[in-house]
């Protein structure tokens, strides 16, 4: 009865894909990734390491759906450079899940051959244990011809350290003779981001029910960019929940196509 049920659901899954696909699709989605451990919690699991496992595996189907819809950019944030402060227990099993996660990620994942995925781990990767530095340095190399889509690994991450850095890199031009002080722009600091080769952020999802945005991707979430809150757990997010989310984006898309027509006419 099961294996029928997920066969329906595939079905329809692949029905809706093709149907919101024939609409304006966004290049670039964020998500934070929120709610691991509380969904832990509610499993009554023994502990908070079943909902980070989950939330991973959950991360692989959305990864899919995402390539499937033809969103071109999918940033997640995986781990910010604050989770560092919990027990070291969760951190290591965190730390270990993330190589078992990405080691022989391209090996496995039939999706970066088909899509031509270039995987990217964007923060601090010095602060990551040597070995966890190695996974990372492999699967940027493995995919770093891959030009097609992009899948963006934040870890370990903050907003803050992203403009931080942007704003090092752009003095070092100055000091260097590169740039002047006059010369510097809002365009200038966006070109020294870590996403800075990516489309525009279209759309941010944080799931758990929190109303905020955890130092994550500040710059990018601008007044183009579409935000929701969604209140289920990681673990339990899916193309269900994308739905109305990709519906009220392409509401807004073609309304904002309308009023571009008819400021035009009257011009």
Known sequence: MESIL?????????????????????RHVGFILDGNRRYARKAQASSTQFGHYEGFKQLEKMLKIC???????????????ENFNRSKEEVDYLMELFCEAFDGFCEKNDLVDKYEIGVRFLGHISYLPEHVQKVVTKVTEQTKKNKKRIFNVCCPYTSRDEMTTAIKSTIDLVKQGKLTI?????????????????????ILVRTSGEIRLSDFLLWQANDTCQI??????WPEFSLWKLLPILLEYQIYSDHQ???KRLFEKEQ
């Open 182 to 202: 006059d010369e510097i722009t809002d365009q200038t600091i966006r070109d020294h981001l870590f996403t800075a080769d990516c489309p525009d952020l279209d």
């Open 67 to 81: 390539m499937q819809l033809d969103i071109e950019a999918v940033t997640v944030y995986a781990f910010s450079i």
């Open 6 to 26: 997920n066969s329906v659901n595939n079905y329809l899954e692949q029905c809706i894909i093709s149907i919101l696909r024939k609409g304006k699709v966004p």
């Open 228 to 233: 929701q809150f969604v209140d289920c757990y």
């Open 257 to 259: 196509v309308q009023e």
